[in-house]
């Protein structure tokens, strides 16, 4: 019998452990009732009420974002690796996205793919100074943007192989 700990499922061979870190990092689809659901779908709409805050009320909401929400990224981060990978928006999308049948990303394409990410890093880095710190349409528009570049990939490649493992910015 197959096991999440297993990774062998022929009943011919023997089932040994996985290492602890395979068994963190391996993705499961969860079912409908699933806690993360709640947790993902809350996520969803705090970063809609970001989204519409910035938007038409750019002062305090980007100070509430570049203040308090990123600065806690990190912080989780330190945590718990997985809570925000499990719950991050992007992500959700990405996932909501995935299609049966899914590819994996090319190994040729894969060698490569970290470099867009890169690439966004050294041009959006410098850019919040002058655009996503003080234009909150600016940072509604670059999330949207992410947002539309995790459901294109989550319907092109399984699970989080084109966007999440690649491009994203967190």
């Keep these: 019998a197959s096991s999440p700990m297993c990774c062998r499922s022929s009943a011919r061979q023997s089932c040994a452990p996985m290492p602890f870190s395979a068994t963190m990092t391996r993705v499961h689809a969860p079912s409908p009732s699933h806690p ?14 970001c989204l519409v805050a910035v938007w038409l009320s750019p002062e305090p909401s980007l100070s509430l974002f570049w203040g308090v929400v990123v600065p806690l990224l990190p ?4 945590v718990t690796p997985l ?8 992500a959700t999308l990405n996932m ?3 299609t049966p049948g899914g590819r994996r990303l090319p190994s040729r394409v894969s060698r490569w793919a970290g470099a867009p990410a890169m690439l966004a890093l050294f041009v959006l880095v410098p850019a919040r100074h002058f655009a996503f710190n003080v234009r909150g349409e600016a940072l509604a528009l670059l999330v949207v943007g992410a947002a539309v570049a995790a459901v294109v ?5 399984e699970a989080r192989a084109g966007f999440c493992n690649y491009l994203c910015p967190v």
């Design 96 to 98: 909501l996205a995935n």
């Design 36 to 49: 993360w659901h709640l947790l993902q779908g809350a996520m969803l709409l705090a970063t809609l009420a």
């Design 75 to 78: 912080f989780s981060f330190l």
């Design 153 to 157: 990939l989550g319907r092109r490649y």
């Design 83 to 90: 809570l925000w990978r499990g719950v991050c928006p992007l």
